[in-house]
């Protein structure tokens, strides 16, 4: 098939190589012109596992081309997938969705024929039909386009993985048997004859999953991070303790991961916008408990800067803080409500000296807190520390040899905020070691 992904950040980028992977032909646009480029020459210009490589193949295949054009764009292909930002709204708990809505308006009158619109940005339930008016009043098209709600559930450092071989296959379509329900169909075939499980429902149905699902996400991340709380206080073992209920079937261990918290661009933001739209549908109670979630993740953020000023004996003005750590996750250089740097900030605001280091995020991190110091070595960066904060769990990190490093400390105290350093193996070296959740 022949297609087209309106707006090329790390969700369209991502499902433009995919596509191109599974054979279609695609031309990907985006307004920003260096993006475009960047992306024309074979890299993206955000690191994400693989995906160099196969923007890389494609380009070079034919398969893969990006415009800045909205008039190309529509001339190019009859199925345009939407894959523009949906941010949260400054101060507010709401989407923000000018993006979508302007992608839709200048898309929409260069539209001369029949085309299906499958829009796969997370959105608050309710817009569809928002989407549907604005392509019939504006394509010259009219009613033969057809709006479809594809959702995405991508992790960061998974995201090819996730769309070539996802978990599942959501499609949201107003009436059954739709013409775009079979072109969707086709331009999924090699997913679907792969087994994976599709789901064709309705466009509120659809626009609700994943939302919804990093709403249960953040939640069962947030429950076991207040049983941590519980553990600090009676001496108990987080760690072990998800262990235990991680065996129960009915829960899970994967995903329940106690330490610092989530941040980045999906599971904050999708959900406070799940509990804005609640409220606005008079159904606020319902997502109450979803309120205390996103409290309990951002106690995290305070219980650590806590912790740090108990082992600076209750004062960091003037002490240097080395953070290991600016990405929300490892393998990703997205800081989007990190919260290694919200950390990292709170400490400089109180007076600290705030060296961070971090394979991938640096660059990124220096644009949004100029006020901190970066050191790309790890080790180098331990040097003169008084207090060392591992708060985003790069594989290296933990490879690090603590004995090596314990001499370059000013004071050999570390604060393991995600769980994933051996607190034997650090405590053998001399240092001090405390980890959320853990004696």
Known sequence: MKLTVIGCGYLGATHAACMAELGHEVLGMDCDMDKVAILNSGKAPFHERDLDDLIAKHTASGRLKFTA????????AELHFIGVGTPQQPGENTYDLSHLFSAVRQLAPRIKGPAVVAVKSTVPVGTAPRVRDLLHEFAPAGNATEVAWNPEFLRESCAIE???????????FEKEHSWAEAVLRQCFGKIIEAGTPTIVTDWATAELAKASAN???ATKISFINAVAEVCEASGADVTTLADILGHDTRIGRRGMRPGLGFGGGCLPKDLRGFMARAGELGAGQAAAVLREVDAINNRRRERMVDLAREQLDGDPAGKQITIWGAAFKPDTDDIRDSPALAVAQKLHELGATVTVTDPRALDNARKTHPELDYIDDPIVAVQDSDL?????EWPQYSHVDPHRIASRAASPKVIDGRGTLNTETWREAGWTVRSLGRP
């Open 69 to 76: 054009s909205y008039a190309e764009a529509a001339a190019f």
């Open 162 to 172: 996730d769309t070539l071989r996802p978990d599942r296959l959501v499609l949201g």
């Open 215 to 217: 709403a249960f996400l």
């Open 388 to 392: 060392l904060l591992h708060l985003t």
